[in-house]
């Protein structure tokens, strides 16, 4: 009688809410997050009695600056739940996939719901999703929640992800960068308090990225020191090498693997575009 959650994530507006109704019949639970006056809402599948469905804030980012943010990636991080669904709005699949990178990043269950494919179409974005789909390592099926199509297929895909140990794809950061990482990674490795919640790599970007909340939590933490130390040092190198911070080379590296992606499996067709507006 084991249980399987399922968390819907987002980009504001990319259909969540209407996912999350549709699947539970919009009979949920609605709450707070411990802590914070951040909404929560969980409810049942419909078709599945043994799976719950989370919805988490809607957000563009998984770092420390808000409230939505911390909420999100604090429930992917201590709850693990068996899969998390990115609602992705496929007429803005750049913006949206950044938020599908970093929970590849978090070494999350992933599945991406490929919503508003009817507005991709209209707008003249034909997007090759099994393309996207093997680029990123990870299920796309494409969505119109409204009209209620393709949950089916997201559901039954998502069904399949439960209990996989999911291997992500990583960005290449560049030799600078990677060889901080590493470096922190080791570190962080010989820590299995540290392991046992948290992927290494993604700590060790986060560091790199300044990460207030994650920073705060290793000062106030022994065994630590080390880390600490090691990151201080790297924030201090990358600095010097770029003339700039390590977060923002590294937002604008994970953007760049984001257009390379886009740039493969996307077509536009600019006729339909201007006719439309
Ligand atoms: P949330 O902010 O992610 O929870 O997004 P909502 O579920 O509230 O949806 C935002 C708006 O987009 C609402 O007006 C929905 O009716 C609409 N919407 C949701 N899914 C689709 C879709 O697949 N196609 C279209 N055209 N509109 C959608
Ligand atoms: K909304
Ligand atoms: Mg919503």
């Not at 999350?20 to 909404?39: D, I, M, R, Y």
């Not at 899969?83 to 699949?93: G, H, P, Q, W």
């Not at 895909?157 to 990583?170: C, M, P, Q, V």
């Amino acid at each position: 009688n084991l249980k399987n959650t399922f968390a819907l994530i987002g980009n504001p507006n990319a259909g969540k809410t209407t996912i999350f109704n549709s699947l539970t019949g919009s009979k949920a639970h609605v709450g707070n997050w411990p802590g914070v006056t951040v909404e929560k809402k969980e409810g049942i599948l419909l078709e599945d009695k043994s799976v719950n469905i989370i919805d988490l804030p809607g957000t563009y980012s998984l770092g420390a600056y808000s409230e939505d943010e911390l909420v999100a990636r604090n429930y992917i991080i201590g709850e693990k739940p068996d899969v998390v669904i990115d609602v992705i709005d496929a007429s803005n699949l750049k913006r949206n996939l950044y938020l599908a990178v970093q929970l590849m990043e978090m070494d999350a269950n992933l599945v991406l719901a490929l919503n508003m494919a009817d507005e991709a179409k209209t707008n003249g974005i034909d997007i090759n999703h099994s393309l996207l789909s093997d680029l990123l390592g990870i299920p796309v099926i494409p969505t119109v929640a409204i009209k209620n199509k393709g949950l089916k297929e997201l559901i039954s895909n998502a069904k399949k992800e439960i209990g996989k140990r999911k291997k992500s794809i990583k960005i290449n950061y560049g030799a600078e960068i990677e060889q901080e990482i590493e470096k922190l990674t080791n570190l962080i490795e010989e820590n299995p308090e540290l392991t046992n919640i948290y992927s290494a790599r993604w700590l060790a970007v986060k560091l790199l990225e300044n990460d207030e909340e994650l920073i705060t939590k290793f000062k106030s933490t022994s065994g630590t020191e080390e880390i600490l130390a090691r990151y201080d040092q790297s924030i201090i190198d990358l600095e010097k090498i770029f003339g700039d911070d390590a977060e923002t080379v590294i937002i604008e590296k994970r953007y760049g693997f984001i257009e390379g992606v886009v740039k493969k499996c996307v077509k536009t067709s600019k006729n339909i575009e201007n006719s439309i507006s």
